[in-house]
């Protein structure tokens, strides 16, 4: 069992979470409730494999698409979430929010909206706005203590939308929602109705409680034929070492993500 008991000050090292609440939000006695960071240790397994690299002390240009790497990503989505992807699909990207922010800016034009559902991760906000793009919210509706979604008002579920881009979450920030199943597979068909894409930020998938299996964005959009077009999403998610997107098999639209 892994050690999440033991509490490590990460004052005074350079974090963000800590070091940096007065440079963000102008004083510096808050609790940084807004990033998604832990302050437990990284897990031994992970140490002692980085240590392993370290120790042969050279660290010259490496190709990340390699088959073991790529071949991880793939057994990981078909043993953890029943989902099937094309190794060869994967995308390396720097960050998660650059990814959303490059692919709102290729699937859309400056002017156009970008459906959130509303509260929203401030990141989203702030990648929308800085593209020139407008932000066309759907707000959750808290209910019997649970967040939920109008699937029947206009632009519920992204619908209504024209072809606008949608920036999901799976979990959701900062509600806390994990969309069902049922729920995804609504907006799945109402975004190939009205010809919407799916940007989905899963970075937090593996985050689960007991017996709690997640539902992913992509899997649903792939059920209600995600390649008609072409593209229906791109599925930015968060393995070691760093974010990728995960886009359909070689389409032109594949080429268009990949560059």
């Given at each position: 069992m892994f050690d999440f008991a033991t509490p490590i000050d990460r004052h005074g090292t350079g974090c963000t979470q800590w070091d940096y609440v007065a440079d963000r939000f102008g004083a510096a006695d808050l609790l940084?409730?807004?990033?998604?960071?832990m302050d437990?240790?990284?897990?031994?397994?992970?140490?002692d494999?980085?240590?392993?690299?370290?120790?042969?002390g050279v660290f010259g240009y490496s190709r990340w698409r390699n088959e073991a790497f790529l071949g991880a990503i793939a057994h990981w989505y078909a043993s953890r979430f029943n989902s099937d992807i094309d190794p060869q699909s994967v995308v390396y990207g720097p960050s998660v929010i650059y990814m959303v922010a490059e692919t709102i800016r290729q699937w859309s034009k400056e002017g156009d909206g970008v459906v959130v559902h509303t509260p929203a991760y401030d990141a989203?906000?702030?990648?929308i706005t800085a593209n020139r793009r407008r932000i066309a919210p759907?707000?959750?509706?808290?209910?019997?203590?649970?967040?939920?979604?109008?699937?029947?008002?206009?632009?519920?579920?992204?619908?209504?939308?024209?072809e606008y881009p949608a920036a999901a979450v799976q979990p959701a920030q900062p509600t806390g929602k994990v969309w069902r199943r049922e729920e995804l597979e609504t907006m799945a068909a109402l975004c190939q109705k009205h010809g919407v894409r799916v940007i989905s930020d899963e970075i937090h998938m593996?985050?689960?409680?007991?017996?709690?299996a997640i539902s992913r964005g992509a899997r649903s959009l792939r059920d209600h034929g995600r390649c008609s077009p072409p593209v229906r999403r791109a599925s930015i998610f968060r393995?070691?070492?760093?974010?990728?997107?995960?886009?359909?098999?070689?389409?032109?639209?594949?080429a268009t993500c990949r560059r």
């Open positions: 940084p409730f807004t990033i998604s960071d437990f240790a990284t897990a031994p397994c992970i140490l494999a980085v240590s392993q690299r370290l120790a042969h989203f906000y702030n990648t759907v707000p959750l509706i808290l209910k019997d203590n649970r967040w939920r979604c109008d699937m029947d008002r206009p632009g519920g579920g992204a619908g209504g939308a024209k593996d985050m689960t409680g007991a017996n709690t393995p070691l070492p760093g974010p990728t997107a995960l886009c359909p098999k070689r389409t032109s639209a594949t």
